[in-house]
């Protein structure tokens, strides 16, 4: 994988720094479909980061590319949501090397296929 692509509902300047290059869903077009933030990613070979289930649910019956990294929790203030994917993000890159989607909990991980 070459990078990660965050949903249009996520903030794309982040402070910390994952080992890929992040670009944001903008890159795809002006509020692009899922099925464009799917194609894009796959071309690119990017891993999709949303709140949206319907990539988490696509990927379970698809292969990747792309792989797919799912925020399962609720809307945070934006310290506390830089806060948790500072802390957990290294967890999440070493779940991605052996798994296609990664769900990120408040309070745990979970690596899928």
Same mark, same amino acid.
Request: proline fraction near 7%; aromatic fraction near 10%; glycine fraction near 4%.
């Given at each position: 994988?070459?990078? &990660?692509?965050? !949903? ?5 300047? +982040?402070? &910390? ?12 077009? $002006? ?41 399962? &929790?609720?809307? +945070? $203030?934006? !310290?506390?949501?830089? !806060? +948790? +994917? ?8 070493? %779940? %991605? ?9 408040? !309070? ?6």
């Amino acid at each position: 994988m070459k990078g &990660f692509l965050f !949903d249009e509902n996520l903030p794309s300047r +982040l402070r &910390f720094s994952p080992k890929l290059p992040v670009v944001s869903s903008s890159m795809v077009g $002006r509020s692009p479909s899922d099925s464009q933030v799917w194609e894009y990613a796959r071309k690119h070979r990017l891993i999709i980061v949303s709140k949206d289930a319907d990539f988490s649910d696509r990927i379970i019956i698809s292969s990747p590319p792309p792989k797919v990294v799912h925020l399962r &929790f609720g809307n +945070l $203030r934006k !310290d506390e949501f830089h !806060d +948790l +994917l500072a802390r957990v993000w290294p967890q999440i890159e070493t %779940l %991605l090397k052996s798994h296609k989607l990664v769900n990120v909990y408040w !309070d745990r991980l979970e690596g899928v296929g």
